[in-house]
């Protein structure tokens, strides 16, 4: 079964408003989670570290005021698109390392965002 | 900056022959290298780790790492066509706790 969880699946919002994605890790604690963006036959890129109890770290090029990650718990990530527009349409994954025998890393099922 | 270069494909095979595909990496400081396989649509599953020069064997799945040529490449043998999908190869560089840098991706597509 899945080791890292993704809500919701796919949202859809109008453009303006702001978003909620929760990434959790299931049976182990991560005190770190990545978060990625991937658009339409590109890569995964890599938007932000998130880092349990402290502020996150952003890759060059991203914007923090507009991507806000909170990770308030060992098991628990959020990342909040704010005032979304089109543009930011993407596929939304994150990770999470078990820290057991190598840390193994383990995406989440990842996130459909349409801003419409 | 450190790179991860794949060929994007397609690389077409036929079912029951060997698929290769090949990544290369910048940064000799790299420690830990994976494997991942992407259907359409999904999140990226694990394939493959490797974190020492030579080969790898996991069922029809064989990683191959040359930290000298910073080379790494895996090799599907017996190919089906639930194996078409894209591979994503992905680098951890020393230094970087858990962040991992992805190439673009190799598409597979094996013919039936």
């Not at chain 1, 303006?16 to 890129?45: H, N």
């Not at chain 2, 069922?59 to 190919?79: H, M, P």
Request: aromatic content about 10%.
């Amino acid at each position: 079964g899945a080791v890292v969880s993704q809500h919701p699946s796919r949202v859809i919002c109008k453009s303006g408003t702001s978003v909620k994605i929760e990434c959790r890790s299931l049976d182990f604690q991560a005190t770190t989670m990545f978060w990625y963006r991937q658009f339409p036959k590109q890569s995964l890129m890599l938007m932000a570290t998130s880092n349990e109890g402290s502020k996150a770290t952003y890759e060059q090029g991203v914007e923090k005021d507009k991507f806000l990650i909170n990770h308030a718990s060992l098991t628990l990530s959020t990342l909040t698109v704010t005032s979304a527009h089109p543009e930011d349409s993407s596929f939304y994954i994150c990770s999470a390392a078990d820290g057991i025998g190598g840390n193994t890393i383990y995406f989440g099922e990842g996130s459909w965002l349409t801003v419409v | 900056q450190k790179e991860v270069e794949q060929n994007s494909g397609p690389l077409s095979v036929p079912e029951g022959a060997i698929a290769s595909l090949n990544c290369t990496y910048s940064d000799r400081g790299s420690q830990s290298f994976f494997w991942y396989r992407q259907y359409s649509g999904k999140s990226p599953e694990l394939i493959m780790s490797i974190y020492s020069n030579g080969d790898k064997e996991d069922g029809r799945f064989t990683a191959q790492l040359n930290k000298a040529s910073q080379y790494v490449s895996l090799l599907i043998r017996d190919s089906q066509p639930s194996d078409s999908a894209t591979y994503l190869c992905a680098v951890n560089y020393l230094g970087g706790g858990n962040k991992l840098t992805f190439g673009t991706g190799t598409q597979l597509k094996v013919e039936l």
